[in-house]
């Protein structure tokens, strides 16, 4: 039991600083070790930084080295649950005799950890060594780390495949539809198959150039690749050229990947070579062009500052749609569903007002976009959320303002106090923000005033207040001994025009 505790603290984290361990696996076809580092976990195969473990609340994040999220372990019950970048369950650690068992998302067993004299050895499922660790501690295997390092060892190749097309633009006219692959220009003597590989960073530059290098080419001709409806990796589409298009920009959006609408990492090299043997052995066919009535579609009418709509077919899970979206002025890209509704909110707050909230010094406060008024403990209160404390003196504020700017929708304000009678004075709140001029302290002997006083200069400002609220509140309980410990609460409506709130009983 001691050593599973001990594997529980490693899981978590807590203990990386404390002692340092080396793993070393080689699982799947893949080699990588770990090693704690500060308060993460780095992994490294063939010599490179492949990924790192950092604690993220009650959970371990697991991520590559340039930040992609693979997924996550946590706690469950006795047992350990892997999750990966999707949130689906993909294995579990649970503790069995003196062995960790793991187990993939199925439930079967993929093999163990045990101690063995000072470490750790790490088998398969049928019993054969994977690696070790050169501690009893047992870390945990990284098992959404390992899936994507097997998964990137599998042979691929990138390709670039239309993402979007708007609608009124020369692409649409020409024939282009989201979800197209990319093949070359008539005339030309390129072709993607030219540049094809694995790095879709480096690939995506190449095919990059030739597309810019045609766009002042006057009647240029694209020449597609059109999956069929519901293809995946196997190519059952046809060829295509498009109609000639005119100079400059075309209306499109192009993406070069390992993994796309109709095709990924597994299955990219065989779906590329069926292309291929598609694009030498047949003519392409002039594409078809029916453009839809955008007139037909709902449009969003709101206004959304800095972005504008447009009508477009966009690949949408894995299938193209046609709809309009909102895009950003600015940078050209689309806008999802929460970054339209951040800036509309954003815009809002610009002419909502700004208040000052006042009650008992420490009090808690809480607002509501929903109810009126309230009732009850505002802790309990669903249509309540807490929103921070006022400070030693009874001022509530804000990212260090005093002046709180209301959210959108505010109906209502309340407070939570718990504290000796003598901590509800109406008549000190918010008085006094200087320590020095403050009664409770001025009631000192001037030694122990002066002491207080310097306490309080040598505490960050930004915990001044705090420290001073428990220095009051120790010089009034020795001045009211056998004071009632009392809680009061209450809601105060949000009326227009009013500035300033003060929330006591």
Known sequence: MKKFLLAFAIVLLSAVTASAWDMKIKV??????????????????????????RQLGNEINF?????????????????????DARGQSIGSATPL?????????RGLNIGESRVLGNGTVYRDGKG??????????????????????????????????????????????????????????????????????????????????QVEAVREIPGIE??????????????????????????????YRYVTAEDG?????????????????????????????????AGSYRRDERAVPGAHQEFREVIERGSPRSKWVWIDDAKGNVLDADGVSRRIYQEQMKSQPTVTILSYPMAKIFLSTTADTGSGDPHLN??????????????????????????????????????????????????????EDDPALKSLPEGQRAQMLALLQQTPPELRSQMLAQIKSQILEAAHPGTKYVTRFGYVPIREGQASYTLAQ
């Open 222 to 251: 694209y020449i597609v690749y059109r999956p069929a409806q519901g293809e995946k990796g196997m190519a059952r589409g046809a060829i295509f050229k498009l109609a000639p298009m005119p100079l400059g920009l075309k209306g």
């Open 63 to 83: 991520t590559s080295a340039s930040g992609q999220r693979l997924g996550s372990v946590s706690r469950l019950g006795n047992s350990w649950q892997f999750r």
């Open 28 to 53: 799947g076809g893949i080699s990588y070790e770990g090693s704690p580092q500060g308060s993460e976990i780095r992994y490294v195969s063939k010599g490179k930084t492949a990924g790192y473990a």
């Open 382 to 435: 669903r249509e309540f959320k807490f929103i921070g404390m006022a400070d030693g003196n009874g001022v509530f504020t804000n990212s260090g303002k005093t002046a709180y700017t209301l959210p959108v929708g505010a109906k209502c304000l309340a407070f939570y106090k718990q504290g000796k009678e003598y901590e509800f004075d109406v008549e000190s709140i918010g008085r006094s923000t200087a320590p």
């Open 128 to 209: 054969t060594l994977l690696g070790e660790a050169n501690t009893t501690s047992m870390p945990l295997r990284p098992l959404p780390l390992e899936n994507w390092l097997i998964e990137q060892s599998i042979p691929s190749v990138c390709l670039t495949y239309v993402q979007s097309v708007t609608w009124d633009k020369p692409a649409a006219k020409a024939g282009l539809r989201a979800g197209d692959i990319l093949i070359g220009f008539a005339g030309q003597d390129w072709t993607l198959f030219d540049v094809l590989g694995p790095s879709h960073a480096a690939m995506h530059k190449k095919v990059k150039a």
């Open 97 to 105: 005799g003196e062995a960790l068992v793991y187990r993939d998302g």
């Open 261 to 293: 609408p109709t095709f990924n990492r597994r299955n990219s090299i065989n779906y590329v070579e069926q292309i291929k043997k598609l694009y030498l052995t047949e003519a392409p066919r002039q594409a078809p062009v029916s453009i839809p009535d």
